[in-house]
Protein backbone atom coordinates (compact mmCIF):
# COMPACT_ATOMS: atom_id res chain seq x y z
CA UNK A 1 0.00 0.00 0.00
CA UNK A 2 1.18 3.02 -1.70
CA UNK A 3 1.74 6.07 1.73
CA UNK A 4 2.91 9.45 0.92
CA UNK A 5 3.17 11.62 3.96
CA UNK A 6 3.85 15.94 3.73
CA UNK A 7 5.47 18.02 6.19
CA UNK A 8 7.49 20.93 6.44
CA UNK A 9 4.74 23.63 5.66
CA UNK A 10 4.33 26.62 7.37
CA UNK A 11 4.24 30.39 6.72
CA UNK A 12 6.84 32.56 6.27
CA UNK A 13 7.79 36.06 4.77
CA UNK A 14 8.23 37.01 1.36
CA UNK A 15 11.79 36.12 0.49
CA UNK A 16 12.19 32.85 3.07
CA UNK A 17 12.79 30.12 2.45
CA UNK A 18 11.01 26.56 3.57
CA UNK A 19 11.87 22.93 2.68
CA UNK A 20 9.12 20.21 2.12
CA UNK A 21 9.48 16.44 2.73
CA UNK A 22 7.66 13.63 1.90
CA UNK A 23 7.81 10.18 3.60
CA UNK A 24 7.61 7.26 1.05
CA UNK A 25 6.45 3.58 1.42
CA UNK A 26 4.79 0.77 0.48
CA UNK A 27 6.77 0.67 -2.93
CA UNK A 28 10.33 0.65 -4.58
CA UNK A 29 10.77 4.24 -4.30
CA UNK A 30 13.75 4.73 -5.97
CA UNK A 31 12.07 2.89 -9.01
CA UNK A 32 8.97 5.59 -9.20
CA UNK A 33 8.71 9.29 -10.60
CA UNK A 34 8.02 11.23 -7.97
CA UNK A 35 6.52 15.08 -7.82
CA UNK A 36 4.80 17.83 -6.01
CA UNK A 37 1.96 19.96 -6.47
CA UNK A 38 -0.10 22.91 -5.15
CA UNK A 39 -3.27 23.96 -4.76
CA UNK A 40 -4.18 27.59 -3.89
CA UNK A 41 -7.92 27.85 -3.16
CA UNK A 42 -10.02 28.46 -6.08
CA UNK A 43 -7.74 27.53 -8.59
CA UNK A 44 -6.61 23.99 -9.93
CA UNK A 45 -3.75 21.87 -8.38
CA UNK A 46 -0.64 22.78 -10.95
CA UNK A 47 3.17 20.77 -10.93
CA UNK A 48 5.56 22.66 -9.34
CA UNK A 49 8.62 20.04 -9.79
CA UNK A 50 9.50 16.22 -10.84
CA UNK A 51 12.06 14.28 -10.72
CA UNK A 52 12.27 10.76 -12.58
CA UNK A 53 13.90 7.09 -11.05
CA UNK A 54 16.95 8.71 -13.22
CA UNK A 55 17.03 11.96 -11.05
CA UNK A 56 16.21 14.02 -14.01
CA UNK A 57 14.30 17.01 -12.83
CA UNK A 58 12.11 19.10 -14.43
CA UNK A 59 10.00 22.35 -13.12
CA UNK A 60 7.16 24.60 -13.73
CA UNK A 61 8.47 28.10 -14.87
CA UNK A 62 7.29 29.98 -12.14
CA UNK A 63 9.20 28.32 -9.61
CA UNK A 64 12.34 27.84 -11.71
CA UNK A 65 15.65 28.94 -10.12
CA UNK A 66 14.02 29.08 -7.08
CA UNK A 67 12.77 25.72 -5.97
CA UNK A 68 15.05 22.38 -6.17
CA UNK A 69 13.47 18.92 -6.34
CA UNK A 70 15.82 16.48 -4.91
CA UNK A 71 15.34 12.41 -3.48
CA UNK A 72 17.14 10.29 -0.74
CA UNK A 73 16.83 6.66 -2.19
CA UNK A 74 18.05 5.43 1.21
CA UNK A 75 16.07 6.93 3.39
CA UNK A 76 12.88 7.17 1.04
CA UNK A 77 12.10 10.69 1.24
CA UNK A 78 11.29 13.57 -1.87
CA UNK A 79 12.50 17.01 -0.91
CA UNK A 80 11.43 20.71 -2.32
CA UNK A 81 13.65 22.93 -1.14
CA UNK A 82 11.86 26.51 -1.42
CA UNK A 83 13.99 29.82 -1.86
CA UNK A 84 13.13 33.35 -2.09
CA UNK A 85 9.16 32.74 -1.79
CA UNK A 86 6.54 34.57 -3.00
CA UNK A 87 2.81 35.67 -1.72
CA UNK A 88 1.93 33.39 -4.89
CA UNK A 89 3.48 30.69 -3.96
CA UNK A 90 0.83 30.18 -0.99
CA UNK A 91 -1.03 27.13 -1.47
CA UNK A 92 -1.63 23.53 -0.65
CA UNK A 93 1.63 21.63 -1.49
CA UNK A 94 1.42 17.57 -2.07
CA UNK A 95 3.44 15.20 -3.10
CA UNK A 96 2.98 12.36 -5.72
CA UNK A 97 4.18 9.23 -6.98
CA UNK A 98 3.88 7.49 -9.90
CA UNK A 99 5.20 4.19 -12.01
CA UNK A 100 5.23 5.39 -14.98
CA UNK A 101 8.76 7.75 -16.81
CA UNK A 102 8.34 11.81 -16.02
CA UNK A 103 8.33 12.14 -20.10
CA UNK A 104 5.20 10.68 -20.25
CA UNK A 105 3.34 12.01 -17.83
CA UNK A 106 5.06 15.65 -17.21
CA UNK A 107 3.45 17.92 -14.55
CA UNK A 108 0.05 17.06 -15.42
CA UNK A 109 -1.98 15.81 -12.23
CA UNK A 110 -4.38 14.20 -13.68
CA UNK A 111 -1.83 11.45 -14.77
CA UNK A 112 -0.37 10.74 -11.02
CA UNK A 113 -1.83 7.98 -9.20
CA UNK A 114 -0.49 8.32 -5.81
CA UNK A 115 -1.18 11.51 -3.54
CA UNK A 116 -0.40 12.24 0.14
CA UNK A 117 -2.78 14.48 2.22
CA UNK A 118 -0.68 18.10 1.67
CA UNK A 119 1.16 20.29 3.85
CA UNK A 120 0.23 24.23 3.99
CA UNK A 121 2.57 26.74 2.96
CA UNK A 122 1.85 30.63 3.41
CA UNK A 123 3.85 33.34 1.74
CA UNK A 124 3.13 36.63 3.47
CA UNK A 125 3.93 40.28 2.03
Known amino acids: QVQLVESGGGSVQAGGSLRLSCAASGYTFSSYCMGWFRQAPGKEREGVAA???????SYAESVKGRFTISKDNAKNILYLQMNSLKPEDTAMYYCAADWSSGWVIGLKSINWHYWGQGTQVTVSS
Open 51 to 57: IDSDGST
